[in-house]
């Protein structure tokens, strides 16, 4: 059922069926699936207590994928307060060019970097909303677009903060600060230069001076209230981690923090405007803008992935991996990276941090080989399908993007700098570590 609807998903450009509906009814009918002989997964239990147990299953995945669906729109309501009142136009000053290709690569260093600052999700948004207001071509932009994700998934793969895996395996303990910095630093680097050095070849020429070069926007707001809403909301999505180590809540409460904070001033510095002028930046307006069908979709790919999980299809996978490979841990995580890019990375990683336990030497241990790999591939590999990441999930939404064009256009670029920054890893700790 799982294999039919993710068919489905990506033939959505020939179905004309909404991802987001296809994504719900595979979710329900695979949870109905497994509760017409919920006894063969739940052998021990009995038949009022399978049902108890199923129940208070569903509600642990459903509170699991409602943290990372509150943070999702907590994150891209920040991102729309702060760009309706022109606070990443630093940003669009900054990258700002006539030149297509020039424009590329200085949207590719930023995308690479910010997102191991502001996690990868949120700065794909930035960085859409700020090229929306610099390239007009729908076809330009959905290459811009394209390497935003790319981008994205690297830089948040290099930085314990940047990725939900690498958060996941640096809480856990298995990777360090300084580990994931000095070693998957130059792979993460490089699986976003070779595919940026690929794609440039594809844009050609300049813009037109008045399509790259918008006015500012106009803002009832004074340059020290936009400085406000700017570092608070920024400022704040940095704070995120440091919050969640402080008080132990999960990450979408550090988001909430900074969402009610940023709300609250922003109606104080409108209390003194009139209605009339200051309508459209309100933030109940704003939350009107959130894709609630991306949403919807993440709901949906996320409670059908659990189901899989729950009946120990993805544990069985990791086993017949590790038992195939034994021994190759760069074919291991490297399998696990593609497979990222169909199934979401969250419960993959989840699965191979409880199939393997750390060990005091070798590829096991602490900043070991095969847990820097893992943080390494599964946030990259994430890169190779559209669906395969939350940044790409968000930029899909955005720019209704299909998944047929990424798969036809980028798969095979994002595919050879996977593979790239691998093989880097490998002569680096040949060499070096």
Same mark, same amino acid.
């Given at each position: 059922?799982?294999?039919?609807g993710?068919?489905?998903? =990506?033939?959505?450009?020939?179905?004309k069926?909404?991802?987001? !509906?296809?994504?719900?009814?595979?979710?329900?009918l695979?949870?109905?699936?497994?509760?017409?002989?919920?006894?063969?997964?739940?052998?021990?239990?009995?038949?009022s @207590?399978v049902?108890?147990?199923?129940?208070?299953?569903i509600?642990?995945?459903?509170?699991? #994928?409602?943290?990372?669906?509150?943070f999702?729109?907590?994150?891209?309501?920040?991102?729309?307060?702060?760009?309706?009142?022109?606070?990443? %136009?630093?940003?669009?000053?900054a990258?700002?060019t006539?030149?297509?290709?020039?424009?590329?690569?200085?949207?590719?260093?930023?995308?690479?970097?910010?997102?191991a600052?502001?996690? %990868?999700?949120?700065?794909?948004?930035?960085?859409?909303m700020?090229l929306?207001?610099?390239?007009?071509?729908?076809?330009?932009?959905?290459?811009?677009?394209?390497?935003?994700v790319i981008? #994205?998934?690297?830089?948040? !793969?290099?930085?314990?903060?940047?990725?939900?895996?690498?958060?996941?395996?640096?809480i856990?303990g298995?990777?360090?600060?300084?580990?994931?910095?000095?070693? +998957?630093?130059?792979?993460?680097?490089?699986?976003?230069?070779v595919?940026?050095?690929?794609?440039?070849?594809?844009?050609?020429?300049?813009?037109?001076?008045?399509? %790259?070069?918008?006015?500012?926007?106009?803002?009832?707001?004074?340059?020290?209230?936009?400085?406000?809403i700017?570092?608070?909301?920024v400022?704040?999505?940095?704070f995120?981690? +440091?919050?969640?180590?402080?008080?132990?809540?999960?990450p979408?409460?550090?988001?909430l923090?900074?969402?009610?904070?940023?709300?609250?001033? *922003?109606?104080?510095?409108?209390?003194?405007?009139?209605?009339?002028?200051?309508? !459209?930046?309100?933030?109940?307006?704003?939350?009107?803008?959130?894709?609630?069908?991306?949403?919807?979709f993440?709901?949906g790919?996320?409670? !059908?992935?659990?189901v899989?999980?729950?009946?120990?299809?993805l544990?069985?996978?990791?086993?017949?991996?590790?038992?195939?490979f034994?021994?190759?841990?760069?074919?291991?995580?490297?399998?696990?990276?593609?497979?990222s890019?169909?199934?979401? %990375?969250?419960?993959?990683?989840?699965?191979?941090?409880?199939?393997?336990?750390? =060990?005091?030497?070798? @590829?096991?241990a602490?900043?070991?080989?095969?847990?820097?790999?893992l943080?390494?591939?599964?946030?990259?590999?994430?890169?190779?399908?559209?669906?395969?990441? =939350?940044?790409?999930?968000v930029?899909?939404?955005?720019?209704?993007? *299909?998944?047929?064009?990424?798969?036809k256009? +980028?798969?095979?670029v994002?595919?050879?700098?996977?593979?790239?920054?691998?093989?880097?890893?490998?002569?680096?700790? =040949?060499?070096f570590?």
């Open positions: 059922m799982f294999c039919i993710y068919l489905c998903i =990506a033939l959505e450009s020939l179905t069926v909404n991802k987001a !509906a296809i994504a719900l009814l595979m979710c329900v695979c949870w109905t699936l497994l509760m017409l002989d919920p006894m063969s997964y739940y052998p021990s239990l009995l038949g @207590d049902m108890h147990h199923i129940s208070e299953v509600e642990h995945h459903l509170g699991d #994928a409602a943290g990372t669906l509150f999702l729109m907590g994150a891209m309501t920040i991102v729309e307060i702060v760009d309706s009142n022109g606070g990443f %136009n630093f940003v669009r000053d990258i700002k006539r030149s297509k290709r020039k424009l590329m690569w200085r949207m590719a260093f930023m995308t690479f970097f910010l997102s600052i502001l996690d %990868n999700l949120t700065t794909s948004i930035v960085m859409i700020v929306r207001k610099l390239v007009q071509s729908r076809n330009d932009r959905l290459i811009y677009a394209a390497l935003v981008s #994205a998934n690297s830089g948040g !793969a290099f930085s314990p903060i940047g990725d939900v895996t690498t958060i996941m395996l640096w856990k298995v990777i360090t600060t300084q580990g994931v910095l000095t070693e +998957i630093f130059i792979p993460s680097l490089i699986s976003m230069l595919p940026a050095f690929i794609l440039q070849y594809q844009l050609e020429g300049k813009f037109d001076k008045e399509q %790259n070069l918008p006015k500012a926007d106009v803002s009832t707001f004074t340059k020290s209230q936009r400085d406000i700017f570092w608070l909301g400022g704040g999505l940095c995120v981690p +440091i919050f969640k180590t402080i008080t132990h809540l999960p979408f409460m550090g988001i923090l900074v969402l009610g904070l940023l709300w609250t001033v *922003t109606e104080i510095f409108h209390y003194s405007a009139s209605d009339d002028d200051t309508m !459209a930046k309100r933030v109940s307006d704003l939350l009107s803008r959130i894709d609630l069908s991306t949403i919807m993440f709901l790919i996320l409670m !059908a992935v659990a899989l999980q729950e009946v120990g299809v544990t069985m996978l990791g086993g017949v991996l590790d038992t195939t034994e021994g190759n841990h760069f074919l291991v995580t490297g399998i696990i990276g593609v497979l890019s169909i199934v979401d %990375n969250v419960p993959l990683v989840a699965g191979c941090m409880g199939m393997y336990p750390v =060990a005091a030497t070798g @590829d096991m602490i900043d070991g080989i095969f847990w820097q790999l943080a390494y591939c599964a946030g990259v590999g994430g890169s190779m399908l559209i669906i395969g990441s =939350a940044a790409g999930v930029v899909m939404g955005l720019e209704k993007i *299909t998944f047929g064009w990424y798969m256009k +980028i798969t095979w994002a595919f050879v700098g996977y593979l790239a920054g691998i093989l880097t890893y490998w002569v680096e700790r =040949a060499l570590f």
